[in-house]
């Protein structure tokens, strides 16, 4: 069958410090895309103290908390570690993220600028009349923060019409795939290549 999807190609991440911020609507697939996005960028070799990982409500939040992340981070490094730390960048805390999601007291969170921030949503049109509106204006705000800031900002929003197509692109149903992979690849990728073009 026809690959749909990009021919891959290996980045090492080793170096890299990504961030990534999730809608917490339809918090049993947005787990399973984590998941399948941390284990990717981990496979990558991006260092777990390097993965900085923030929620808000939902998908709507997601451009507006990009574009605070990275900025606070710009500042952070320009600051040489005065300020904020990267756990709480957006006023957050350990407890209202879905997982083991920020580096550990032991070793203290990183510092520094974003090389690539990865936006998370699930959107369901059954569960909103205005879908549209939303998945629209989530994508061109997204698409917005990534030129505004030269940061590359990955489009993890699915945007799908039942609960079904949700959980079949979350890799939750058997033999189906997890998108998220694909977004900790791109997000490794365009990491790198961002760094070679600067
Ligand atoms: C309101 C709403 C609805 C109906 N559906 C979704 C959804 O399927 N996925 C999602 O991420 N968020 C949804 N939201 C919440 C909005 O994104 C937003 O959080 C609220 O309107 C508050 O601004």
């Known amino acids: 069958m026809h690959n ?17 911020v999730h809608a917490r609507w339809n918090d049993d697939i947005i787990k399973a ?18 993965i900085v990982i923030q929620s808000v409500p939902g998908s709507w939040e997601l451009p507006i908390a ?27 805390s350990a407890s209202d993220l879905l997982s083991s999601q920020l580096p550990t007291a032991a070793t203290g969170p990183s510092t ?4 690539a921030i990865i936006a998370i949503g699930v959107l369901i ?30 489009f993890g929003v699915l945007t799908v ?19 998220g992979e694909d977004w900790g690849l791109a997000a490794v990728e365009m990491g790198v290549k961002r760094r070679a073009w600067a």
Do not use: W
């Open 4 to 20: 749909k999807g990009p021919a891959p190609q290996k980045h090492d991440g080793s170096s890299l410090r990504i961030g990534i």
């Open 33 to 50: 895309l984590l998941d399948g996005t941390k284990a990717k960028l981990r496979e990558c070799g991006v260092h777990e103290s390097n």
């Open 66 to 92: 990009v574009q605070r992340l990275y900025s606070a981070s710009q500042v952070q490094s320009s600051s040489a570690g005065i300020g904020s730390s990267a756990g709480d960048l957006l006023g957050g």
């Open 112 to 115: 520094g600028s974003f090389d």
């Open 125 to 154: 049109k059954g569960e909103t009349m205005h879908f549209e509106y939303i998945a629209e204006s989530v994508a061109q705000g997204l698409m917005r923060v990534g030129l505004d800031t030269g940061v590359p900002v990955i």
């Open 161 to 179: 019409l039942n609960d079904e197509q949700a959980k079949a692109r979350a890799g939750l149903i058997p033999g189906s795939h997890n998108h």
